[in-house]
């Protein structure tokens, strides 16, 4: 994290004043490094035994990111798509208080892109959330080119802070699992097809992309392909009561565990749930802080 002050007017301030409001201070967060949060920083510098200047640097976030996010506390975001229920106040309140980052789906196929996409993507920057967008990969389509394309014009810059790793999303439709002896079949062909995605939207985004899938869909019907263990794994695995999931072969760690697709966010059900795994300072990183 870069080193900030007051009358600093970037990014950071966003972060620095939702760690403030997390240790315990009323500070607003509106990115502006004003005298409210100068004087939240000195306090919280004081009472912390370090020079109480305002200028918020390397011993400061790490004090900061230390009392706020205490050692086991779960740190959780969710995912979302055009059908889920993200059009009330009540669904983008909690949002802002009890999550931590968002995915939402971009793409699918060669042709479909989610409708909602870029206002959802939108509705999270203006709340300064972590977000990134997945591509929901059609496994028996061999028109990869198409597929990538498709993702890579939705219309969002993985460059710019706040944006997090695109995701591809390795799993078959309700169509797909009804033709199983084929994709068996074909696995090798597919696992070409899910390296080309991931090498040439890391070469136009910039980051390099997290793998969505569950051990049964990459042991089971990929018969797990070497090469891919390299790539940020977010995993599926709704098995109840389960404190540690089991990994899809390759992987020696996940950074994402989709826990329930039955979480209530607001007023509503039915709201993929999922718990970061590494530290959400670097989590941030990953998000070009």
């Given amino acids: 994290m870069i080193t900030i002050k007051i009358k600093s007017n970037n990014e950071e301030v966003y972060i620095l004043q939702k760690l403030l409001r997390k240790v315990g201070y009323t ?22 035994s370090l020079i109480a200047d ?9 004090l900061l990111f230390a009392k706020a996010f205490r050692a086991g506390e779960e740190i959780l975001g969710t995912d979302i798509y055009q059908h889920d229920a993200t059009s009330d106040d009540a669904f983008w309140s909690e949002l802002r208080e009890k ?46 080119d198409s597929q990538i394309q498709n993702f890579l014009d939705a219309g969002v810059d993985y460059r710019e802070k706040g944006m997090l790793p695109p995701v591809l999303d390795v799993e078959p439709t309700s169509d797909e699992w009804k ?55 977010w995993l599926a695995n709704y098995t109840e009561g ?17 826990f329930t697709e039955n979480g209530i966010i607001g007023e509503n059900d039915g709201f993929d749930l999922n718990r970061l795994n590494i530290s959400y300072r670097d989590l941030l990183k990953m998000a070009g802080y």
């Fill in 27 to 48: 500070t607003v967060v509106d990115g502006e490094f004003g005298t409210k949060t100068d004087k939240a920083v000195r306090d919280f510098q004081f009472s912390h």
């Fill in 54 to 62: 305002g200028i918020v640097g390397f011993r400061t976030w790490d």
């Fill in 99 to 144: 999550f931590h980052f968002c995915f939402v789906k971009a793409s699918e196929g060669a042709t479909f892109s989610d409708p909602r996409f870029l206002d959802h993507m939108k509705r999270l920057k203006s709340y300064r959330i972590l977000r990134g967008g997945y591509h929901f990969f059609r496994m028996l389509n061999n028109d990869v």
């Fill in 179 to 233: 033709n199983y002896s084929i994709l068996t079949e074909n696995r090798v062909a597919i696992a070409k097809r899910l390296k080309k995605w991931l090498t040439v939207v890391e070469k136009n985004t910039g980051k390099k992309p997290i793998i969505y899938t569950s051990k049964q869909i990459w042991d089971n019907i990929l018969k797990a392909p070497s090469g891919f263990g390299q790539y940020p794994l």
């Fill in 242 to 258: 389960v404190t540690k999931p089991d990994l899809p072969t390759g992987w020696t760690n996940y950074t994402f565990w989709q």
